[in-house]
């Protein structure tokens, strides 16, 4: 282990299945980017660490004082060894690699890598809008569904691999099945792609041509809008389930909030009201009455501002 | 509050919706039991905590240096305040009570008081199977299902009512209703009743006439042990439903481990071959290899020597 400085500027990446954000952040602010990498342009994961060496090491040019690095990678990490299992956006990425040693080696400063989905709730947790909580459940909406869980003012991070991986969560023991063989998974139901592909079946079923792409969670939320009876009640199926997973873990865990980001939350009331409803039927009172769903601060730059908050912790020697 | 003694001898109760056990324990040991009281036999809550304050001055006489008392009650707790919101199986406790504070008024002593499932749960983490796990999931089989959960080394408690109310959680977001009105709580599904009702109904549509009573789950696994076929599917589909609860709970927690406890967890191998399967086609592998699934220590007296764990750490002002 190098020797750390400390400080809170940082070096920050957001790893996405199209492409690789990197910029120098401070607190919750972005103060640098750089120009951002196609993720499918590499032909292997040393070739993707090399080229954000590259850009990294252009970055410190500019910001000497930087105190360490931090990764939100969409994928299975296991944080406490620096290790990235696979990622399932990225098909080159298909085995395990020692993330935080390759990239210390190269740039002689701490690195620290975390699921996105928990770099968000990191971010949301530090400086947004579940500041200062004890007790937190985290959710983003979007192609996957990503959780970030904090507990006893901790961020959970399980024993050896992602926890909070809410995407993969059951809501029904004999439904669809997800990708490592789960039955009911959630993200098989709210996905961005599925919720698409479901609309267009319930279009079709009333006489109605739409394509995939005409259901995409932005326009059925204009349809909606307009008075589109059938995008509302898409919207409430959504509910619906996303009630499911809140309610489970609120009878688990009886958080202090939820927070939710991404894509969907975007729909606003067409998607609070059916879900608070279908909460309000289904929780113990005394829960309901203390429950706080909340929408999230940061928009698309939660998980590079939470990968460099982390950053800056780690360097810094803190538990989190 | 009370100067506090410090040690390790307790008072400690177990209420139970029959009886209400009472003892003087001291670590993992019982002491010295009281007579039971008959919960029914009483016809307000002030009633029943006058009984036990009764029987506790008794085994104080012979005990003065018991350090406190401890509760597990069947009901949704505050643990903080010390408040017994309402208790299912008792009819006559159909409001809030400060159970605490009118205890430590009567006896003297600090008084600490939790759900059941938890006391459970405490046991087996600081004297039973899971012992000084950081992260750890108790669920015990029985008439409900419930469920205690220590995360970084500390039980958790929710912000202000029961929580690890795992009986409560949803296997199927449209399926059987449970008592708050919460679609597909897997207590309607694998609670003692519950599996008997629907094991009676899959003898009738076999032609089989069997009355629920003989259905009772230690009967079903003697017929399956003798080759009852439908008795072996009937555990089979028991495990695929607590499958999911445990699927749910890695993907969200990846705990070190989960234990087991209750009177179906007897079924043995009936139950944990097809439950251990089913994981292992559920969850992602690097969950499955390091998945530990283990049987209870304690047995019926699990909640009375939590209670007493919990009285003797909550006397010596440790956090818990």
């Known amino acids: ?39 499918a342009a590499y032909d292997s994961p040393r070739a993707i660490m090399k080229a954000m060496s590259t850009s990294m090491r252009e970055l410190l040019h500019s910001h000497p004082d930087a105190a360490g690095i931090g990764l939100g990678m969409p994928g299975w990490v296991d944080f406490y060894r620096g290790i990235l299992y696979q990622l399932t956006n990225v ?10 040693e390759i990239l210390e080696q190269e740039l002689q400063l701490p690195v620290v890598l975390d699921n996105d989905a928990n770099c968000m709730a990191y971010a949301e947790w530090k400086a947004g ?3 200062g909580m004890e007790n937190l459940v985290c959710l983003t909406l979007g192609t996957g569904l990503g959780g970030g869980i904090i507990i006893h003012n901790r961020m959970l991070r399980g024993k050896n691999v992602s926890c909070a991986e809410l995407g993969q969560t059951s809501i029904h023991y004999a439904g669809r099945v997800g990708p490592f063989g789960n039955r009911g998974a959630i993200e098989e139901y709210i996905g961005n792609n599925e919720f698409a592909r479901d609309a267009a079946k319930a279009y ?5 041509s739409r394509s995939v792409a005409e259901c995409a969670p932005h326009l059925l939320k204009k349809a909606a809008e307009a008075g589109d009876s059938i995008a509302t009640q898409l919207f409430h199926d959504f509910a619906e389930k996303l009630a499911c997973l809140i309610m489970n873990l609120t009878y688990t865990l009886v958080p202090d909030a939820f927070i939710i980001g991404g894509g969907v939350a975007q729909a606003g009331k067409l ?29 698309a730059d939660a998980g590079i501002i939470g990968a460099g908050l982390m950053a800056a912790d780690y360097a810094d020697g803190k538990l989190f």
């Open 1 to 39: 282990m190098m020797a750390m400085k400390t400080g809170t500027k940082t070096l920050a990446v957001d790893f996405g299945g199209t492409s690789i954000k990197i910029a120098v952040t401070d607190g919750g602010t972005i103060l640098q980017r750089a120009a951002t990498l196609p993720t």
């Open 271 to 299: 998607l609070f009201e059916p879900l608070t409803a279908s909460l309000r039927e289904q929780l113990f009172p005394v829960h309901f009455s203390s429950l706080q769903v909340l929408p999230a601060h940061f928009g």
């Open 204 to 208: 079709a079923a009333a006489g109605i």
């Open 91 to 100: 098909p080159v990425w298909n085995k395990q690699e020692p993330v935080r």
């Open 129 to 131: 809008a579940g500041m």
